[in-house]
């Protein structure tokens, strides 16, 4: 059941005391190891891993991640790992720590650091998988199971829908992708590309974020990473569908495939090379091809290649218009991505 503070001083005179709770858990959790081990403790099947993690232990950190003080909730269930580990060592029995590490995860996410949440809920299923292999009653696929799992699944959800929202709104086209394909579409392909897009498609939102608040170095220099990220990771998907080419060399080959369309990749009318030097050139470039490519599927496929050709061989992150557009052309990106690549 959610527990939820509606009262402002019940949820300081918490914070107040977080020490004391930290001593009290830590001694319940003592006690309940040394009760499981005095009483032939067992695992027999997957929901024993956790019985030493009663309600006296998910409780208080239950009030923390419902009431939204993940900063608390993330020290909580890293005390609770670290005395789990340190009472397994001194009664000579490994406890599984699946609980406290998925907790402590999605309290990083939550707080925006999705790296280190995202690995320590990656870590709970692999305390899960050691746990059923050594007792013998089952195994679990780690990143499969990390993909599906609502732990991690939420924010991945928050952030398609996000940007689902922002690509319905553009008006850019008609889509060929519901909602539900959009959202859906991680779950699709191999689990470590879609945790692999995850961060992608975290460090864009973010960058843009940053941007929107401070147009500065640091600001554009996130939006030009995270766009190379983003374009290196497209590119990567059509290698391993594709085989190792370049992506100027593979954007035909999956256009004649999945689009039914023979096309030339260079600039239109001047058939000028992808490559830009600068991001003035860069822009200009991408203005053109707008302009001038009748068909939007073409011209946004060229998109992703004069970004990864610029990004991969470049660094400029000077005050320029092509951030302020940087929205749009990810936008872009996402409309031929799932054409192509669904």
Avoid at 244 to 257: A, E, H, K, S, T
Avoid at 261 to 290: A, C, D, G, H, Q
Wanted: glycine share 4%.
């Amino acid at each position: 059941m959610e527990i939820i503070i509606d009262n402002n001083k019940l949820a300081l005179n918490i914070i107040k005391n977080f020490k004391k709770i930290l001593k009290n858990t830590e001694e319940i959790l003592k006690k309940q190891m040394i009760y499981l081990v005095e009483n032939n403790y067992k695992i027999n099947e997957y929901k024993d891993k956790n019985k030493h993690i009663i309600n006296q232990i998910q409780e208080p950190g239950n009030i923390f991640l419902n009431n939204n003080l993940y900063e608390l909730s993330e020290i909580y269930w890293k005390n609770i790992t670290n005395k789990t580990i340190e009472m397994s060592d001194k009664l000579g029995i490994r406890f599984n720590c699946g609980i406290s590490l998925a907790n402590t995860g999605v309290s990083q996410i939550a707080m925006g650091k999705a790296i280190e949440g995202l690995q320590n809920i990656y870590l709970a299923y692999d305390n899960d998988k050691k746990t059923l292999n050594e007792n013998n009653i089952g195994d679990i696929d780690v990143e499969g199971t990390l993909l599906n799992s609502i732990l991690f699944y939420q924010f991945f959800q928050r952030i398609l829908k996000d940007y689902y929202k922002k690509i319905s709104n553009s008006n850019l086209e008609i889509l060929s992708f519901t909602e539900i394909d959009f959202t859906e579409y991680p779950k699709k392909i191999n689990p470590k590309d879609s945790v692999h897009l995850f961060f992608v498609l975290y460090e864009l939102k973010n960058s843009l974020k940053l941007f929107s608040n401070n147009n500065d170095y640091i600001s554009r220099g996130k939006i030009l990473m995270s766009l190379f990220s983003f374009c290196h990771w497209i590119e990567n998907k059509l290698r391993k569908a594709y085989g190792c080419q370049d992506l100027y060399n593979l954007m035909p080959i999956v256009f004649q495939n999945k689009l039914n369309k023979t096309v030339n990749f260079n600039m239109p009318i001047t058939n000028e090379s992808l490559r830009s030097e600068t991001l003035e050139e860069l822009y200009k470039k991408i203005e053109f091809n707008f302009i001038k490519e009748k068909d939007k599927d073409v011209a946004n496929g060229r998109l992703i290649i004069l970004i990864r050709n610029f990004t991969g061989h470049n660094y400029s992150a000077d005050n320029h218009k092509f951030f302020s557009e940087a929205e749009n052309y990810i936008i872009r990106i996402f409309i031929i991505m799932m054409k192509i690549l669904n």
